[in-house]
């Protein structure tokens, strides 16, 4: 992997990790105005900081082994990336002034586990390096969880 390149993934690792302790945020918030709910927020949440750690190690492994990787076909501008995460967090903020209902952060949620972002993760970076795929395995599995997880919740609400 060419220095630039190495430099430019590393980056957006970064802010993909960003990315991920944002919707954290966004599920916490969730958890504290729905109290009802508070589990199923808090799963959410937490699994979404152990996606932000998975990227964390995935940043370290890259760095230890460059010569395992190469860039993928789907790398993110960093500007895409804090666009989303400013969004997310102008959401948190309506959350906070109770300006959004619980009906449609579900399907806010559902829109952003189903978003061309989360599901083009695994292009980002190619590696037969065991350790990273398997991390990014990870992740990929959850989202896919996590998206039905939501679209269960939405259809109990329309019920």
């Known amino acids: 992997m060419e220095p630039h390149e190495l430099e430019n ?7 993909m990790r960003e990315l991920e302790l944002t919707v954290a945020k966004f ?4 958890g504290d ?3 009802e709910n508070k589990n199923f927020w808090m799963d959410m949440e937490y699994a979404e900081i152990k996606h932000a750690d998975n990227i964390m190690r995935m940043s370290e492994i890259l760095s230890e082994r460059p010569e395992k990787f190469e860039q993928g076909n789907f790398v993110p501008s960093p500007a895409m990336l804090k666009t989303l995460i400013s969004k997310l967090n102008s959401y948190v903020e309506g ?4 300006e959004i209902k619980e009906q449609e952060v579900f399907s806010l949620g559902v829109a952003l586990e189903r978003s061309f972002l989360e599901s083009r993760y695994a292009e980002v970076v190619k ?3 065991p350790e990273f795929n398997s991390l990014m395995r990870e992740i990929n599995a959850d989202t896919v969880f996590h998206r039905e997880y939501l679209a269960g919740k939405l259809r109990e609400w329309a019920a």
């Open 95 to 98: 959350l906070k002034r109770h």
């Open 33 to 35: 105005r729905w109290q």
């Open 127 to 129: 590696s037969n390096d």
């Open 27 to 30: 599920y916490q918030t969730c």
């Open 9 to 15: 993934l590393t980056e957006v690792l970064k802010n």
